[in-house]
């Protein structure tokens, strides 16, 4: 092109683009089970995959010091013999260098989640998981302190500096969960953290350090207090609608508070926003809340308005755990009707957080022991045996997105990229007759197949004006008939040990979405005007062949 001749201008819908900042939210950091699960071959394959097509840059797990990841020795393990007895506490890091090797060399970086408490410096001891995690408070805070600087020492020692501060260092992970994710009070949890952000800021101050990583939003004071009180949640159990309740976060204005008194850093806050809750009424019968489709981005804004407010309005906000739903039999995470949930959810929050880190991107999770079957509602974007699920195709269409905003719109987005000029977009149907509401757990996949009558189709219409004529982009549908690989699992009578060939066809189906091409045409307007059925998603990029 001629540079007297004026580069054409982008026009949606016969209007002049926005162009704002898009936050790609959802790749930022995934979540995962445990460090030990990040040893096995099929959960760095699906970890690369993840890199590569979804384009995750961190990820974040429980466990780093768990026993089975062997970082505090105190005795040299026996053998047949018994076990002699160190005269000083060793530090081993020949696992987690392997862990922490595999995701470098994938260009992602850890997200790092210090915990749980090795045994020997445990109070209480095999408090969760099948795997036993031992989360109390340490026998020594001195000994804590050693260990978590031993350990970022060896990292800058084996990474260097300059990669060691591009780390997040997030302390522990949902300690208001007592007795579970935590044994202490909430002031020993505050302690825990101070201790831990001095010891990072006296290795390097440009070490980032936050918390306190709590669990979801209540709309009552069960956690105002040192412990979980369970006697406060019964209005909520027995709410007529949860909707109407003042949903507020755990522990974040204590946390900021605590920490502006005393002086320690707090570089980022870290919550978990499930749109979902559990409250048990006067007898104990614990009632499973579903909150309305807009929870998570009200939350954020909320969080968004605290740290702004607060003595900390620099700090930033990363949502280290997030999903339809906490629990990890759930099969709406299976499901095509939680792609398109998702995608809408992070659509709306990302101009809100620095990273929404989805829990979790693969089926290989262990907190409650391997899953019954392949299809168990597990929360990863592939199951165990690889296969993509709906929510894959929908987070892979959400990387082909560019980091320009040009179109916020009822049904998706379009966007450009400010690297390559690329105009892309994703459009979806969460269906009108849901009206406000969210999903819901489901127990089984046929539990959730009910969803699949709901609609109407939406008619997607839209024009991009100002492209090159002749340009072609490729059109990519996930619908109830393309990429549904539960769906298909289902129709073969959902076979709880599939046979080789079985899982070589739902291979094809998981990833066989309806796919076109669309042409710019002589006036150099993109026109889309496609039907999407319930449920569906759908991309729109330039096609690379």
């Known amino acids: 092109m001629r540079d007297d001749v004026p580069t054409p201008t982008l026009m949606i819908d016969g209007q002049a683009p926005t162009d704002v900042a898009l936050r790609h939210v959802w790749s930022e950091c995934v979540g995962a089970g445990r460090a030990n699960e990040a040893l096995r071959a099929d959960w760095q394959a699906h970890f690369r995959e993840a890199v590569k097509v979804l384009g995750a840059r961190y990820v974040r797990f429980h466990g780093l010091f768990h026993d089975d990841m062997f970082v505090y020795r105190t005795d040299n393990g026996g ?3 018994p076990p002699e007895q160190l005269t000083e506490p060793v530090y081993t890091f020949a696992y987690v260098d392997k862990v922490f ?9 850890p997200f790092v989640e210090l915990g749980f408490m090795p045994r020997q410096l445990a109070t209480q001891t095999e408090t969760l998981f099948w795997w036993k995690a031992h989360c109390s408070p340490p026998k020594d805070m001195g000994a804590w302190v050693e260990l978590v600087t031993a350990t970022v020492n060896h990292w800058i020692e084996r990474y260097g500096i300059d990669e060691v501060r591009r780390w997040p260092f997030e302390v522990w992970n949902e300690p208001n969960l007592v007795p579970k994710f935590w044994t202490g009070t909430r002031t020993e949890y505050f302690e825990l953290y101070e201790a831990t952000a001095k010891a990072l800021k006296e290795i390097d101050p440009r070490l980032r350090v936050g918390g306190p990583s709590t669990s979801v939003f209540v709309p009552d004071a069960r956690y105002a207090g040192e412990y979980h009180d369970a006697s406060l949640e ?3 159990a ?3 609608d949860p909707d109407e309740l003042d949903w507020q976060p755990v522990w974040i204005h204590e ?3 605590y920490c502006a008194q005393r002086g320690l850093p707090i570089d980022f806050l870290s919550t978990h926003l499930y749109p979902t809750d559990y409250a048990a009424d006067s007898l104990g019968a614990v009632s499973a809340i579903t909150r309305h489709k807009d929870a998570t981005f009200v939350d954020l804004q909320l969080m968004r308005t605290i740290i702004e407010d607060s003595p900390y309005p620099g700090a930033e906000l990363h949502i280290t755990e997030w999903s339809t739903s906490p629990s990890s039999r759930d099969a709406i995470h299976d499901t095509l009707f939680a792609a398109s949930y998702i995608v809408r959810a992070f659509l709306k929050g990302a101009p809100l957080a620095e990273s929404i880190s989805y829990w979790t991107f693969t089926d290989v999770f262990e907190e409650g022991g391997a899953g019954i079957g392949p299809f168990h509602g597990g929360f990863g974007f592939v199951n165990e045996n690889g296969l993509h699920k709906p929510t894959f195709h929908a987070m892979a269409m959400l990387n082909r997105l560019g980091d320009r905003l040009l179109a916020e719109l009822d049904d998706g987005a379009i966007t450009r990229s400010s690297q390559t000029g690329d ?3 994703i459009f979806y149907n969460y269906p009108a007759d849901l009206g406000t509401t969210g999903l819901a757990s489901q127990r089984t996949y046929a539990d959730t197949r009910f969803l699949a009558e709901l609609g109407p189709d939406r008619q997607v219409h839209h024009s991009i004006g100002g492209l090159t004529p002749g340009a072609r982009f490729a059109v990519e549908i996930l619908d109830w008939s393309h990429g549904n690989v539960a769906e298909a699992w289902h129709r073969l009578g959902a076979p709880l ?10 291979q094809k189906v998981a990833d066989h979405l309806d796919r076109r091409t669309i042409t710019v045409d002589a006036a150099g307007v993109l026109t889309i ?6 449920w569906a998603v759908m991309s729109v990029a330039p096609a690379t062949n």
């Not at 090797?101 to 970086?109: E, F, H, Q, S």
């Not at 005007?529 to 319930?534: P, S």
Request: net charge negative; no cysteine.
């Open 497 to 506: 040990n599939p046979t080789r060939q079985e899982l070589a066809d739902l």
């Open 255 to 257: 946390f900021i508070d």
């Open 529 to 534: 005007d496609i039907a999407l059925a319930a």
């Open 234 to 236: 019964v209005e909520t």
């Open 101 to 109: 090797d595999a995701i470098l060399d994938t260009g992602a970086r």
């Open 79 to 81: 053998g047949f013999g």
């Open 238 to 240: 027995v709410a007529a």
């Open 423 to 425: 105009v892309s977009a």
